[in-house]
């Protein structure tokens, strides 16, 4: 049979990063740890950046398209020249991923109006490197349980685009072209005009019992919000990350598409 090594989990393992300077190489950084740390850090990784997506899409994001997403015009020399080597010092290391690439990919959310697969695993990585306990942390998926103003905001925003869409089929525009980066910073600026919004589209659909379901569920989403302020002023930009996560998830999961009763009936 085939011979495989099996190495030792404490045997020592070592990663040289290089950066060009001028005509010359400089050391960015030097690691070493052992092969069971390693492989624990790297595991870390995997499981920070996973997030719920479409089937075409692949489980693996490389780090190259991570960056990418995050980039005015998806190009590298639009970020930081240093983000890639800080990145993955924080991989190795298990330190928090580096500020300027969670404000990069909200920036870019904010700027397209489109919160993506990259963008998404992007944001959920470094904001669960940042939680102080488990609590805080965002889940691969859709969270209902999740109390997080920001989180719930973004799902209603989600749910409200889907009534708005569900109302005009073929519609070129949606809320989120206009609203979306006002929405995630100064919710009580947006969300009562999309509350108006809102009522006037259910109004437009003609199935009755679809509409009552959307109704239900921004009900069930709204419950969960503070009564005395469901919709805050400001949303610092960390809480902008939550919007874009429990956005992108509500718009991922089924039911913004159908009902648990329909859910149960196509099953």
Known sequence: G????????????FVLGLAPNAARLSVRFWHVDTIAGMAGRFARWFEDIAIAHGPKESDLLSLLRLQRACALQGKLDNLPPSLG????????TGAVYPQTWLQAAIRRCRAE?????????AIK??????????????????????TNVAYRLGRLFA?????????????????RDRYFGAASSNPLAVFPTLNRLKNHHLGKLDNRGRAQNLEKLVGAIIDGLPADLPF????????????????YHQRQHASTYRSNS?????A
Do not use: W
Request: charged share 25%; glycine share 4%.
């Open 125 to 146: 990585a470094c904001l669960n490197r940042m939680a102080t306990d488990e609590k805080e942390k965002l889940t691969v998926s859709l969270d209902p349980e999740n």
């Open 262 to 266: 329909e859910q149960e009936t196509t």
């Open 113 to 121: 109006q489109e919160i993506n697969y990259p963008r998404a695993a």
């Open 85 to 92: 080597g800080d990145i993955m010092r924080s991989i190795l």
């Open 232 to 247: 805050p002023p400001n949303l610092p930009l960390v809480e902008q990350g939550r919007f874009a996560v429990g956005y």
């Open 159 to 175: 749910v409200l685009e889907r009534i708005q869409e569900e109302a005009n089929p073929g519609l070129n525009a949606t809320i």
């Open 2 to 13: 085939q011979y495989t090594h099996h190495p030792d989990a404490t045997q020592r393992f």
